[in-house]
C-alpha cells in the first residue's frame, strides 16, 4: 500500500452522507493552489510546526546526519542528507516535529473504517479514497476499494482522472461515485498551473459518461486562474453534451491552506507569486448562475 498521511472522520464533504476519507501520498500534478502539498511525493516527509517548538534542540542532537539547526526563525535543514530515520521526531517532546506518510495495511485500514460503521451506515455514507491521487497507485487502490466493497461500505474515488483509460475502467467497477476535479479547460492553461495537460483528464471524464459510471464534477473556483467568463463558458459547453444523468456540479472557492503546510515542510506556496485570491459570493453566485443556465445541477461546496 501506498503511504497514507491522514484518515479523516465524520468528513461530509467527500461524497454522500457521513464518511471516512483515506488519503494517500503521491501526486502526478503540483497545482500551484493545492492544499495538501504533503501529497505530492510518494515518500515520508518531516513536518515542522513552529509555533509547538520550545527550542530545546532535542531534534538537532538526535539526528545523525546533522540534518538540522536551529536558527532565530526555529529549525531548518542544514542541507545535509535526511535519511528519514525518525529519530528527530522520537525526541521531540511537544510534537512540533512530525512524520508525514504512515505504512498502513489493508486490514489495517479497514480496522480503522469499521470503528465507524454505524454514523456511516446510519447517514447512507461511506469510505472515499483520496490523496493525492489515488489513481497513481492503481493496483493497490483497486485492491482497497474491494475490500471495502467486501465489508459492505459505499465507496468513492476522489480523483483528477489523471490515469490511463484501463485503470479508470478496472476503478469503475470497483466504486460507486468518482468524484472528478475540473480544474481548467484550457490545456496550455492546465499545464502552467497543475504540470499537466488536461488531455487526458477530458478523455476520462466522457469514458466515464460512456459507460454510465456515476460521477459528480468539482471545480475548484480560483480568482485569477479560473474563473473568467470564457473558461465557465466551456466547462459548461463541455459538460452538457456529455452522456450523464447526474449532470451534478460542485463549486469550491479558493482557499490557501496550503499555505501553511509548504512552511511547514520548508517549501514555498505559490513561488512565482500567481495571483490567486477567493472570488466573492456574488461572483460565485453568477458562476453557478452561468451553469444553471446550460441545465447543470450546481451546489456551491464541497
Known amino acids: 500500500m501506498p503511504l497514507i498521511f491522514d484518515i479523516k472522520r465524520y468528513a461530509i464533504n467527500d461524497g454522500p452522507g457521513i464518511r471516512t476519507t483515506i488519503f494517500m501520498k503521491g501526486c502526478p500534478m503540483r497545482c500551484v493552489w493545492c492544499h495538501n502539498p504533503e501529497s505530492w511525493t510518494s515518500e515520508r516527509q518531516k513536518s515542522y510546526k513552529e509555533s509547538k517548538c520550545i527550542g530545546c534542540m532535542s531534534c538537532v542532537e538526535a539526528c545523525p546526519q546533522g540534518a ?7 529549525i531548518r535543514p542544514t542541507g545535509n542528507e535526511c535519511l528519514l530515520c525518525g529519530k528527530c521526531v522520537e525526541a521531540c517532546p511537544t510534537t512540533a516535529l512530525e512524520m508525514c506518510g504512515k505504512e498502513m495495511s489493508i ?17 447512507h455514507g461511506g469510505v472515499t479514497v483520496c490523496g493525492g491521487e489515488p489513481l497513481f497507485h492503481p493496483k493497490d487502490t483497486l485492491s482497497l476499494l474491494k475490500a471495502i466493497g467486501q465489508h459492505g461500505f459505499h465507496r468513492t474515488i476522489d480523483t483528477t482522472l489523471f490515469a490511463n483509460e484501463e485503470t479508470v475502467r478496472e476503478i469503475a467497477k470497483e466504486c460507486e461515485l468518482f ?18 495537460s488536461n488531455e487526458i483528464i477530458l478523455q476520462n471524464i466522457k469514458l466515464l459518461a460512456s459507460i454510465d459510471a456515476p460521477f459528480w464534477i468539482r471545480i475548484p473556483l480560483i480568482e485569477g486562474i479560473n474563473t473568467d467568463m470564457e473558461n465557465i463558458e466551456a466547462s459548461a459547453n463541455y459538460l452538457k453534451h456529455l452522456p450523464w444523468k447526474e449532470k451534478r456540479i460542485h463549486l469550491l472557492p479558493y482557499h490557501d491552506a496550503g499555505r501553511d503546510k509548504h512552511k511547514r515542510m520548508w517549501s514555498t506556496y505559490n513561488p512565482t507569486n500567481i495571483p490567486m485570491r477567493t472570488p466573492s459570493d456574488e461572483q460565485t453566485q453568477q458562476i453557478a448562475q452561468q451553469l444553471i443556465q446550460h441545465g447543470l445541477k450546481v451546489t456551491i461546496g464541497g
Do not use: F, N, P
Not at 181 to 196: E, F, I, N, P, S
Open 179 to 196: 468524484l472528478v476535479d475540473l480544474k481548467l479547460m484550457d490545456a496550455d492553461k492546465h499545464r502552467q498551473y497543475t504540470g499537466v
Open 68 to 74: 538540522l539547526t536551529m536558527t532565530d526563525v526555529g
Open 107 to 123: 486490514d489495517q485500514l479497514m480496522e480503522e473504517i469499521e470503528k465507524e460503521r454505524d454514523i456511516m451506515e446510519d447517514s
